[in-house]
């Protein structure tokens, strides 16, 4: 019977006390983008599939193994959203873009994948994420991961490493697949199963394989940028140019390609440490997707951090997020007479803007005193027949011990005055 009560492998229940870190995250996030100018935007948890397998391709691990899709009532195929890049595009194309025009958003919220849970990898995550539409310029790459370090910063994860690496222009990509193909064809027997299919679905995707096996191939194969074109070389050493002038170290990653077909230009992750095997905490890069009723793709840079991943990252710095408690104030009402007025208080309380928790149930008071302290609340408000017909509330201090009575009408000063710890 409890196993039918826990939560699907790959997600979690998340209570207050979890989320106080999960709200801290987001509230940084929303300070820091608004300082870029980018404006929040919810899509919809649910697309209709082909949002997805247009823009990731047919031929990524996301469309082939992950995605959650299923067929609806009117025969329409829909899909749990895997990321959050094609659900933007779409929301914003279907708003329109003019010629030139710049659209600057941010998003957070829960994607859907089945993928083997592991250690901040669930088949239900969270993401915040960023997108910068319609303007193309190596510098929105310079500002986009600008913003990204300094996200991490504000969060306390100042010590990540920033990886870079270019996938060029479309025009870039046959001569690049033609060259891995020379390459790899030979070492077939030396690749995993995933990678003998990729060699003629998504050749790319082999030079960020993490299987061992692979390694010795992948670290031998041609690098991407000496097999660009000028312009393509000209975007990315605009780029690299510009994060030496804004002081953010960086490392070229030869072999990052990143897992989605939409990519070109810039692609880029920042690693922790402190995330184990699975050390990815963010990434992204500029991407062209296609749209209906569109002659033209949509261009745009952004990126995506996993807000687990992100959490456990702060964790293994020891940073957290300083816990509230349940309740500022813990209204005591000893017998049934004294409960109706007990509720008035708490009332009283709640327009002064405290968190109270009143009691309903007329319990002793050793009872309620135990759910005080559980609650972690500051103020036990007592109130029995003899406080009653005194006009009063006994005040407890749940810190020191200390109680005073006071007047019930001037428990508000009283609780809320500075001098009160």
Known sequence: MAAQ????????????????DWVSLETCARETFSKYGYGELRTPVLER?????????????VVQKEMYTFEDRGGRSLTLRPEGTAGVIRA??????????????????????????????????????????????PWLDVECIAMLMRFLAE????????????????????????????HFEPRLGELCADCQRRIQTNIWR????????????????????????????????????????????????PRLVRGLDYYLHTVFEVVHEGLGAQDALAGGGRYAIAVPGSKNPIEGVGFAAGIERLLLA????????????EADVYVISLGEAVLSSGLALAETLREAGLRVF???TGRSLKAQMR???????????????????????????????????????????????????
């Not at 082999?206 to 041609?222: F, N, R, S, V, Y």
């Open 206 to 253: 082999i030079l960020d394989c993490k299987e061992p096996g692979c390694q010795p191939a992948t670290e031998t194969a041609p690098r991407i940028t000496d097999l660009l074109g000028p312009e393509s070389q000209a975007f990315f050493e605009t780029v690299c140019r510009g994060l030496e002038d804004l002081g953010i170290e960086f490392e070229l990653s």
């Open 49 to 61: 599939t082909k949002v997805f397998t247009r823009s990731l391709g047919d031929e990524t691990d």
């Open 314 to 325: 702060r964790e293994s710095l020891g940073v957290k997020a300083q816990s509230a408690a």
């Open 358 to 360: 009143a009691e309903t």
């Open 92 to 137: 914003i194309a279907n708003r329109g873009l003019a010629t030139g025009e710049e659209r600057r958003v941010f998003y957070m919220g829960p994607m859907f994948r089945g993928e083997k849970p592991a250690a901040g990898r669930k088949r239900q995550f969270h993401q915040i994420g960023v997108e910068s539409v319609g303007k193309v310029s």
């Open 371 to 421: 759910a005080a302290n559980r609650l972690g609340t500051r103020w036990a408000l007592i109130r029995g027949d003899t406080e009653m017909a005194a006009g009063t509330v006994l005040c407890k201090n749940m810190t020191t011990s200390e109680q005073t009575g006071v007047p019930v009408g001037d428990v508000v000063p009283w609780i809320t005055r500075p001098t009160c710890e």
């Open 155 to 182: 969060l306390g994860i100042p010590n990540g490493r920033l990886l870079l690496n270019t996938r060029g222009l479309p025009e870039d990509r046959e001569r690049v697949t033609a060259k891995l193909l020379e």
């Open 5 to 20: 009560l826990e939560p699907l492998p790959g997600t979690s229940d998340l209570w207050e006390q979890e989320l106080v």
